[in-house]
């Protein structure tokens, strides 16, 4: 009879969590259809692209000790 009880009472807290998790779910989903569309970001910098890019290739020799003696 004791173990019954167990059963039935692991049943209900295993419901409930999934009944939870269901609303949280639910919950998120609606402010996403709600949102404004992103704005657009300006264009890609490619002068400062480049320059960082040109840093870190160098800064990649030097750690390979490339320049090293």
């Known amino acids: 009879m004791e173990n019954n009880k167990k059963v039935a009472a692991a049943i209900s807290a295993v419901m409930d969590y999934i009944k939870t998790e269901e609303e949280i779910v639910c919950m998120q989903a609606a402010p996403i259809a709600q949102q404004p569309p992103p704005v657009s970001l300006a264009p890609p910098k490619l002068w ?12 990649n020799l030097m750690q390979a000790k490339a320049f090293h003696r």
């Open 48 to 59: 400062g692209i480049s320059g960082r890019q040109a840093m870190m290739q160098m800064r």
